[in-house]
């Protein structure tokens, strides 16, 4: 598996302000997926994180609530935009591709986001 | 869209018990995976299934991927307060690499 690093692990936000979670990967990885949990639900896709071009947005999800970032094979950043309450949530990253092993997804801890 | 079934929604069990849960779609999937989450913690992986008919233990744990390629159950023997946590079914999507998601198994132990 790989060491998948998500900072912050949570943060308490004022509406209508942005936060910045970031992935990192002690390893190359060919992909990198965004999920958004509520609390005792299952996981939502909210993107596929490409290395050098644009994410791939699942249906509800834009870019401009959710832009999100790749600059290499390694890291990745998702932005939550113009916060309000209902964007609370736990967002997960996780990470596929890993050498030698077929196209697992492996998990961060999460990041646990209240927006008053 | 696609979805996948999974069951029971809650258990609540007794320490030493067995446990079973399953998963069942409609569709075909090539490799089906099981995932533990803990409080505060992402998904970790239990037990990743290749093969129909398939069956693939981790210590007290066992999986099965049904001969149909439709359906997966996991089972956890002699159940311990460590165990507690949801349990969630996926399969992996060839077309994208994507992971469908059943909706989760809580497990509760009771004291």
């Known amino acids: 598996s790989a060491v998948i690093s998500q900072k912050p692990s949570r943060d308490i936000c004022q509406r209508g302000t942005s936060l910045t979670i970031q992935c990192q990967v002690d390893?190359?990885?060919?992909?990198m997926f965004w999920y958004r949990q509520q609390p005792g639900q299952s996981l939502t896709l909210i993107a596929t994180?490409?290395?050098?071009?644009?994410?791939?947005?699942e249906s509800g999800f834009v870019i401009d609530k959710f832009p999100i970032s790749r600059p290499n094979l390694t890291f990745s950043t998702l932005t939550v935009s113009n916060m309000s309450p209902e964007d609370s949530s736990i967002y997960l990253c996780?990470?596929?591709?890993?050498?030698?092993?077929?196209?697992?997804?492996?998990f961060g801890a999460g990041t646990r986001l209240s927006v008053l | 869209g696609q979805q996948l079934n999974q069951s029971p929604q809650s258990m609540f069990i007794q320490e030493g018990e067995d446990v079973s849960m399953n998963c069942t779609s409609s569709?075909?999937?090539?490799?089906w995976l099981w995932y533990k989450q803990e409080p505060g913690e992402g998904p970790v992986l239990l037990i990743a299934?290749?093969?129909a008919g398939e069956l693939t233990s981790n210590g007290r744990l066992t999986a099965q991927f049904g001969i149909t390629r439709k359906d997966s159950f996991l089972n956890i023997s002699a159940s311990i307060p460590s165990d507690v946590g949801i349990y969630f079914c996926?399969?992996?999507?060839?077309?994208?690499?994507?992971?469908?998601w059943g909706a989760g198994t809580k497990l509760i132990i009771k004291p």
């Open positions: 390893s190359q990885v060919t992909m």
């Open positions: 996780s990470v596929s591709g890993i050498a030698g092993v077929r196209n697992i997804q492996y």
């Open positions: 569709s075909i999937f090539n490799t």
């Open positions: 996926a399969v992996l999507m060839d077309s994208n690499y994507q992971l469908i």
């Open positions: 994180a490409n290395q050098g071009s644009e994410a791939t947005y």
């Open positions: 299934l290749y093969k």
